[in-house]
T-cell receptor, first 111, second 112 residues
Framework: GEDVEQSLFLSVREGDSSVINCTYT??????LYWYKQEPGAGLQLLTY?????DMKQDQRLTVLLNKKDKHLSLRIADTQTGDSAIYFC???????????FGTGTRLTVIP | DARVTQTPRHKVTEMGQEVTMRCQPI?????VFWYRQTMMQGLELLAY????????DSGMPKDRFSAEMPDATLATLKIQPSEPRDSAVYFC??????????FGEGSRLTVL
């Protein structure tokens, strides 16, 4: 079955870049997503990338996809304290309605 | 501003009691999902519906959990009887077939 892996914790200093990594096993994944969860809240979609793309940039966010290695990353430039949250990687397979989520990476931004 | 609405936001109950969680998906969305989040297991898919029909509930303990969509504006997740190991945050999400999922704020359940 599908397996999505992330490291559990990441700490960065305010103003630095953060890179959150994710690996997945389903080679038929069509879309890959990054969701953000702030304390006490639900998940909010940050960005997504279609599997035929290598990179997507959206303001401070850059998503890189290495389909050969099944590796996805999210780079947050100029990280702010408001970026402190849990970040989930998720993938959707071909013909599937549901998403498979990673364990989430807790990002802590140190002022 | 369309959003997924879940009730209750918090529920504390005793072991053995019935718990019902409700979700109002975003109007027009045709898929509805129930996820459970715990520290140990992360996000687990419990059940999902497409056009109100249950498509997959393999992630749900069938002996005590049930999920239904009595109409397009309401999805329910029921636990009977509840157990302490059911303590978690339960999320409902809705969306279209191939689009993003929109999550509710979650229902935090504590079973004593």
């Amino acid at each position: 079955g599908e397996d999505v892996e992330q490291s559990l914790f990441l700490s960065v200093r305010e103003g630095d870049s953060s890179v959150i990594n994710c690996t997945y096993t389903d080679s038929s994944s069509t879309y890959l997503y990054w969701y953000k969860q702030e304390p006490g809240a639900g998940l909010q979609l940050l960005t997504y990338i279609f599997s035929n793309m290598d990179m997507k940039q959206d303001q401070r966010l850059t998503v890189l996809l290495n389909k050969k290695d099944k590796h996805l990353s999210l780079r947050i430039a100029d990280t702010q304290t408001g970026d402190s949250a849990i970040y989930f990687c998720a993938e959707r397979g071909t013909g599937a309605n549901n998403l498979f989520f990673g364990t989430g990476t807790r990002l802590t931004v140190i002022p | 501003d369309a959003r997924v609405t879940q009730t209750p936001r918090h529920k504390v109950t005793e072991m053995g009691q019935e718990v019902t969680m409700r979700c109002q998906p975003i109007l027009g969305h045709n898929t509805v999902f129930w996820y459970r989040q715990t520290m140990m297991q992360g996000l687990e898919l419990l059940a999902y519906f497409r056009n109100r029909a249950p498509l997959d509930d393999s992630g749900m303990p069938k002996d005590r959990f049930s999920a239904e969509m009595p109409d397009a504006t309401l999805a329910t997740l029921k636990i009977q009887p509840s157990e302490p190991r059911d303590s978690a945050v339960y999320f409902c999400a809705s969306g279209f077939d191939t689009g993003e999922l929109f999550f509710g704020e979650g229902s935090r359940l504590t079973v004593l």
